[in-house]
Nanobody, 125 residues
Framework: QVQLVESGGRTVSTEDFLRLSCAAS????????MGWFRQAPGKEREFVAT????????HYADSVKGRFTISRDNAREAVYLQMNNLRPEDTAVYFC??????????????????WGQGTQVTVTA
């Protein structure tokens, strides 16, 4: 079965950096658009970043543009989220997601087929 397993979340201070990883199995990874979403306490899950199958195209939420970078390694079947200059408002559970299909990338939660269990990122002031 399909498994997406996130790792790398922890508690950091403002302006620190973190790299999240998501290991995929059970799906043709290179044929799937990958995305990162996050959910803060009491809030809806929101889009963070997405990357095309080849990795050539990326798209970010305005709130993270210039600070976060999404990348993928199709040989390792993994997607990453490099998060720099972290802020307290970045505190959330971060989820990776996968979607096959014809679009270059997807930004809506409803468009993704598979989800990981999430990893907690906490940024202290």
């Amino acid at each position: 079965q399909v498994q997406l397993v996130e790792s790398g979340g922890r508690t950091v201070s403002t302006e620190d950096f973190l790299r999240l990883s998501c290991a995929a199995s059970g799906l043709p990874f290179h044929m799937n658009v990958m995305g990162w979403f996050r959910q803060a306490p009491g809030k809806e899950r929101e889009f963070v970043a997405t990357i095309s199958r080849s990795g050539a195209t990326t798209h970010y939420a305005d709130s993270v543009k210039g600070r976060f970078t999404i990348s993928r390694d199709n040989a390792r079947e993994a997607v990453y989220l490099q998060m720099n200059n972290l802020r307290p408002e970045d505190t959330a559970v971060y989820f990776c997601a996968a979607r096959s299909g014809s679009a270059t990338y997807y930004v809506r939660e409803s468009e993704y087929e598979y989800w990981g269990q999430g990893t907690q990122v906490t940024v202290t002031a």
